[in-house]
Each structure stands twice: as structure tokens, then as C-alpha cells.
């Protein structure tokens, strides 16, 4: 279905969740110049949960268009590339100086250039897999890593190192080739299709019950680190 024949209320209903998903970026840039860095990290987890949600709207209404891929993308540069890339920067890499601006602004160029390279390779609107780290994932690691080690409004200095180490890291994983999978849908044919994908949902929340939500950000590093070591066990399989 193309956008000329698509009727308007489908275009609108996940483009309003898109939407959202931008204005929570926005808002998360504000509050993070305002020093309310918790409350601006939570918002690019707000922010991820709309970007999943456009997808199910669209899913849900056949209403998958190339508009909404390309706003999605626009979005997405916001709430995971800017939005997270001035958090970790005020919070802790400014400290730093001219190389804080650079270790941050090297995290938005790589989310930038892997949501362009996604479009560029990206062949109708159905996907396996994605080939690098999700811009969303990325994000939500840092925002994660605030709320865990973020106190009285800043990040240790410390802390500097693995600032520094853990920005550059998922900035490179970003436009790697490393593989990681896609979401899996809410189905019992999802579940048959994924089991290990919904057994760590599951885990998680009870991690995240027991710990008092501490565990946040292990949960997402174990997100990451698991891409890499998939794409070298299919690789040695292959």
C-alpha cells in the first residue's frame, strides 16, 4: 500500500506514537540542560517504548509506509543520538573538556550514520535481524548507566575511564557488523519462534524486582555483549 492510497487515520495512528517518541527526545535534551538528569535519562527509556510502539501500531493497521520509516529515523537521531549523547556529556564528559565534546559527539555520528546505513539497506518493511547495534539499545545502555552510577547530579570522576570506554564501545558496535536480533512479537508463535528471548524477559523483571531496579543496566550490557558473542558463534557455525 502506498502513501497516495493509505488512508489518513492509518498513516496517523503510528505516526502519532513516532511522534511521541521525538517530543520525549526533545524533552530529555530540556530537562538534561535543566540538571535533572534522572528524570532525562527515564525520558529516552519513554522515548524506546514509543519507538516500539509505532512499529506495532503499524503492524497492527498495514500501514507501513516509507514517511514513517524515514520520520522514525529523524526521530530516533533525536531521542538516541542527541538527547543521550548531551546527557552523558553534561553529566560527566564535560569535565573533560574539548575531548568530552568529541567522545559524545562521536556517539551521535555513529547513531547517525547507522540509522542511515539501515535505510539505505533496508529492503520492504519486514526484518530478520539488524547488522550493527540498534540506535534505541545504544541509548538506553547510557541512559541505564546514569540512573545506576549518577549521584547527586553527576557522574564520579572516577568514573571517567569507563564513561569514556563505554561511549566509544557502543559507538563502534553501532556501525559494526555484528548481528543482533529484532524484537520478537507478543505471540505464542513468537514465543515457540524465540523461547531464550522471552526466558531473559522474564528473568529480567525478576532481576529488576530483587534489585530494586540496580540491575538495569547489567541487563542491557548483557543486551549488548550478547550481539558479539551470537555473530561469532554463527560465524564458527557457518
Excluded at 498513516?11 to 540538571?35: D, E, K, M, V, W
Excluded at 531464550?196 to 532481576?207: E, K
Excluded at 550481539?227 to 564458527?236: A, E, H, R
Aim: aromatic share 16%; proline share 3%.
Amino acid at each position: 500500500m502506498t502513501l497516495q492510497n493509505m488512508k489518513p487515520t492509518k498513516r496517523i495512528f503510528p505516526n502519532s506514537f513516532t511522534s511521541l517518541n521525538l517530543f520525549c527526545g526533545f524533552l530529555s535534551i530540556i530537562y538534561t540542560a535543566q540538571q535533572n538528569y534522572d528524570l532525562a535519562a527515564w525520558l529516552i527509556g519513554a522515548a524506546a517504548i514509543f519507538d516500539a510502539l509505532d512499529g506495532v501500531a503499524a503492524r497492527i493497521t498495514k500501514s507501513s509506509s516509507q514517511f514513517g520509516v524515514e520520520l522514525d529515523s529523524l526521530s530516533d537521531v533525536v531521542s538516541f543520538g542527541v538527547a543521550p549523547a548531551f546527557l552523558i556529556y553534561e553529566i560527566g564528559l564535560n569535565r573533560l573538556g574539548t575531548p568530552g565534546i568529541i567522545f559524545a559527539g562521536i556517539f551521535l555520528l555513529c547513531g547517525a550514520f547507522r540509522l542511515a546505513r539501515f535505510n539505505t539497506q533496508l529492503v520492504g518493511f519486514k526484518k530478520e535481524y539488524f547488522v550493527g547495534l540498534p540506535i534505541p539499545a545504544a541509548a538506553l545502555t547510557l541512559a541505564a548507566y546514569v540512573l545506576v552510577f549518577g549521584t547527586d547530579n553527576y557522574l564520579s570522576s572516577s568514573y571517567n575511564l569507563y564513561t569514556i570506554s563505554l561511549v566509544l564501545s557502543l559507538a563502534v558496535l553501532m556501525v559494526s557488523r555484528f548481528r543482533y536480533e529484532t524484537l520478537p512479537h507478543f505471540t505464542k508463535r513468537g514465543v515457540k519462534e524465540k523461547p531464550f528471548h522471552f526466558s531473559f524477559f522474564a528473568i529480567s523483571l525478576v532481576a529488576l524486582f530483587l534489585t530494586e531496579g540496580r540491575a538495569i543496566f547489567l541487563i542491557f550490557l548483557f543486551i549488548v555483549l550478547f550481539g558479539i558473542i551470537n555473530s561469532v558463534y554463527l560465524k564458527f557455525k557457518k
